[in-house]
């Protein structure tokens, strides 16, 4: 079965440019969600969709913003980027299924490095 | 605001040497605490979940226990392989089925052969 696939892994951009980072979920699973790890803040949670609908979404900024497609991919989208957000961006995916067992399956993340 | 500590931030064990991991966390209506193994260049690796006071889960040399308001991940006789971040996370009552987890900033745990 395959796992999580994130694309790309690296990318490079500049101050003020936009990144578009890609999340494919495990067959079948139904949620997915991002998470952004720092050194400093450690993992800290973005967003979360379900069926193309966002259903909570982190303490970050409006340049912050993803979607999801009607066979469970997901994209992010950062604009106007900035220093701060230099970070590995992970993506997780979950079956729903009661009762919740949490668990998450993440994929090995976008590392994003702003210049 | 929910807040998830672990400590140490870091611990070097020499191989067989037994200790144990803390986590401590505030959360209004715990809905279960999770623990995950991050390996470096890896995404994070679902270990355990914990759901209520007094609760154990064992798996090979890792043992999780939760009281009401920690956590602790006790490794026994550990191995250099056990070397990874382990990282404490808990999940609130926030809507039925919402995949929100709040994550500790991790202890980085070295086992020298």
């Known amino acids: 079965k395959a796992g999580v696939t994130q694309t790309p892994r690296y990318l490079i951009k500049t101050r003020g440019q936009q990144v578009t980072l890609s999340c494919s979920p495990i067959s079948g699973h139904r949620s997915v969600s991002w998470y952004q790890q720092t050194p400093g803040q450690g993992l800290q949670f973005l967003f979360e969709?379900?069926?193309?609908?966002?259903?909570n979404k982190g303490n970050f900024p409006g340049r912050f913003s993803g979607r999801q497609f009607s066979n469970s991919r997901s994209e992010m989208n950062v604009s106007t980027l900035e220093l701060g957000d230099s970070a590995l961006y992970l993506c997780?995916?979950?079956?729903?299924?009661?009762?919740?067992?949490?668990?998450?399956?993440f994929g090995e993340g976008s590392r994003l490095t702003v210049l | 605001e929910d807040q998830v500590t672990q400590s140490p931030e870091a611990l070097r064990l020499q191989e067989g040497e037994s200790s144990s991991l803390n986590c401590s966390y505030t959360v209004s209506g715990l809905r279960g605490l999770f623990w995950y193994r991050q390996d470096p260049g890896k995404g994070p690796e679902f270990l355990f979940t914990l759901y209520s006071a007094g609760e154990e889960k064992e798996k090979e040399r890792l043992k999780a226990t939760l009281t009401k308001k920690e956590s602790f991940l006790h490794i026994t006789a550990p191995k250099p392989e056990d070397s990874a971040t382990y990282l404490c996370?808990?999940?609130?009552?926030?809507?039925?089925?919402?995949?929100?987890?709040?994550f500790g900033k991790g202890t980085k745990l070295s086992v020298i052969p």
């Open positions: 996370a808990v999940q609130k009552n926030s809507g039925a089925g919402s995949y929100q987890l709040t």
């Open positions: 997780a995916s979950s079956q729903i299924l009661f009762p919740n067992t949490g668990e998450l399956f």
């Open positions: 969709y379900f069926s193309e609908t966002q259903r």
